[in-house]
């Protein structure tokens, strides 16, 4: 190869590169976008919402721009309970509603069985054991499925009980361990569209993250898989015990649109 075209190809792979500590992958087609990070992920994170659309939505009747949900704004008094399965996308006309009204509902897979909540004491009260391998990323609150391995994300209109599409999802792990326990599933309908595996932490932090963008399908539904679940009372695989097990942070999405 002459001098001239090593040098061309060189500058061509470096800009092409990922940001330290981030992996972007594409299809040949540049179809589906995958941004994932461990440790230090903010710079995935910030890509991802770039991706997502830049404007943050924080009310009803968005056009375009992204969701995202932190689980900091959970009252107290909903802590270590059940949460309802319409939290962030009750439906009505009250005021006090808008900033809930983010298009997200979830629901174990198969039904019945499964139960969510939020915590701000890394789920204590559901697993002691695990408890300590727990961090938050935004705040001091946690979600999680604490007895089941599998459930559902579907999307909505924001203030709507109608059914919605999106583009891309991404979910912030707390103490994934193992690279092939933890995943998100997409669905437009019964069609899967590919499943795709949380990185594991390293050693500069607890956290992952894990964005799926894709550019020419609708996202009608998100299965979030993982090993085992924290009302099993059981040690995290790095405690010794069986399951990796996990808590989630953030969530980010595209603005959820009418099916």
């Known amino acids: 190869m002459k001098k001239q075209q090593f040098v061309f190809h060189l500058l061509v792979a470096l800009l092409l590169m990922p940001a330290p500590g981030c992996d972007r992958d594409k299809d040949d087609n540049d179809a589906i976008t995958v941004i994932k990070a461990s440790g230090d992920i903010s710079t995935a994170m910030n890509q991802f919402r770039q991706l997502l659309g830049s404007t943050l939505n924080t009310t009803p009747g968005a056009v375009g721009g992204r969701r995202e949900i932190n689980w900091d704004g959970i009252p107290d008094s909903l802590l270590g309970k059940q949460l309802p399965d319409r939290f962030f996308n009750p439906v009505g006309n009250d005021p006090a509603l808008a900033a809930r009204q983010r298009g997200l509902v979830y629901a174990p897979t198969p039904a019945p069985g499964g139960q969510f909540m939020v915590s701000n004491t890394r789920f204590n009260n559901v697993n002691s054991e695990a408890a300590p391998e727990f961090e938050a990323f935004s705040g001091d609150k946690t979600f999680a499925n604490v007895n089941s391995v599998l459930w559902q994300i579907d999307p909505e209109v924001p203030g709507l009980a109608q059914a919605a599409t999106i583009k891309g999802f991404g979910i912030v792990f707390s103490d994934v361990d193992e690279d092939s326990s933890t995943f998100i599933e997409f669905f437009n309908e019964n069609r899967s569209l590919g499943k795709f595996f949380a990185p594991k932490h390293d050693a500069a932090g607890n956290h992952s993250f894990l964005g799926v963008y894709f550019k020419n ?43």
Request: glycine share 12%; hydrophobic share 35%.
């Open 217 to 259: 399908e609708k996202v009608t539904s998100i299965r979030v898989g993982h090993e085992g679940f924290l009302a099993s009372g059981e040690k995290d695989v790095t405690q010794g015990g069986t399951h990796d097990l996990v808590v989630l942070d953030d969530f980010l999405y595209d603005e959820p649109v009418k099916k």
